[in-house]
């Protein structure tokens, strides 16, 4: 009775980001197949060489179209660092999304091989048999990862067909979703946290903007530690201690706060670690980056403005000579 107590915070936890992470996923592989008219909410269609949004159409050969991607990506990871900050890694990212789908579901639920979720370093049951078909089952789920991301630069329906004909009529492409594939599959087996904490780009966004403001996982009482270590053991990335203090690979996942919470809950009513920033400033915004809500919101608007400014700049320049409409009078 006792410990299922004391797993509670962390299961509540696990639940939470579950169904945050279910949501998402549905509403990312959603958003690019929303269309009114032949027209899709959000879609950067290089096949038809035009930038599609909000059920409006504009002409771009592929530069341009190149061009308003980069610049439409720059504005969502600074508007999300700006305030959510490394909450997105630990929650919303697809890779993170991906990770606790095989950790949690795959190897914890279904094949039952790892005795915790996500604990590192865990003496793993030897169960060859399971972890084979877990490994197989990765291999499936990370075949079929990257569609929606390629849903989101070819309308999907022509993409499937071309995943249907084994990507004959387009080697290149398959060579490429095949290397994402691949990767994804060595990401979450081998490499763990590598990509979210050396390559990619919102990681490297977080570390330019960082402020003594912008939130992290921190001791709120060092002395009251049981010396437990359960926060190192449920961290999913290798060799993270954050005992030791603020550390810029951390993902901001909040498993260390909610399994620290279940471990001295006997004693007290709030966990050691918490979200904090180097003020250690309570009762903030629900922004993470920044301790006022103005700024964040000037920040955003700025942001915002500057992106869209750019963006209609790019798809005003018409340029049809690489243009390969089927049906040029929608436009
Ligand atoms: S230190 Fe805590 S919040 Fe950061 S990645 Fe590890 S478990 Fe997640
Ligand atoms: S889980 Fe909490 S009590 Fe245990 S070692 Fe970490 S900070 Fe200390």
């Given at each position: 009775m006792e410990k299922k107590e004391k797993m509670n915070r962390f299961e509540q936890h696990a639940r939470y980001k579950n169904k945050l992470a279910l949501f998402v996923t549905l509403a990312a592989i959603a958003l690019p197949m929303i269309s009114f008219e032949e027209r899709h909410l959000l879609l950067f269609n290089f096949y038809h060489n035009r930038f599609e949004i909000l059920f409006f159409a504009f002409e771009v050969n592929t530069p341009l179209l190149a061009s308003i991607f980069v610049v439409f990506a720059v504005c969502v990871i600074l508007v999300f660092n700006f305030t959510y900050a490394r909450y997105f890694c630990g929650h919303l990212c697809p890779k993170t999304i991906l990770k606790n789908l095989f950790t949690e579901v795959i190897e914890g639920k279904i094949f039952k091989i790892i005795k915790q979720k996500n604990i590192q370093n865990e003496t793993i049951d030897k169960k060859p048999l399971q972890t084979f078909f877990a490994y197989i089952t990765l291999g499936v789920v990370t075949l079929a990862a990257p569609l929606p991301f390629f849903f989101y630069f070819i309308p999907y329906d022509i993409f499937m067909q071309s995943v249907l004909n084994a990507f004959v009529d387009a080697p290149l492409l398959g060579m490429f979703y095949g290397a994402i594939s691949l990767y994804l599959f060595a990401e979450i087996l081998?490499?763990?946290?590598f990509f979210c904490s050396y390559l990619c780009p919102y990681q490297l966004v977080h570390a330019i903007t960082y402020n003594e403001e912008k939130s992290y996982y921190a001791f709120s009482d060092k002395e009251a530690c049981i010396a437990c270590d359960m926060c190192v053991k449920v961290c999913p990335v290798p060799d993270l201690d954050i005992k030791k203090g603020y550390d810029p690979r951390c993902i901001a996942c909040g498993d260390c706060s909610a399994v620290c919470a279940d471990m001295v809950e006997a004693k007290r009513s709030?966990?050691?670690?918490v979200y904090t920033d180097a003020k250690g400033?309570?009762?903030?915004?629900?922004?993470?980056?920044?301790?006022?809500k103005k700024k964040v919101l000037l920040l955003v608007a700025a942001t915002l403005i500057l992106g869209i400014g750019a963006i209609a700049t790019l798809a005003s320049q018409k340029n049809l000579t690489s243009c390969r409409f089927v049906n040029e009078s929608l436009h």
């Open positions: 081998f490499f763990k946290e709030t966990p050691l670690l400033v309570k009762n903030r915004s629900r922004f993470f980056s920044f301790a006022g």
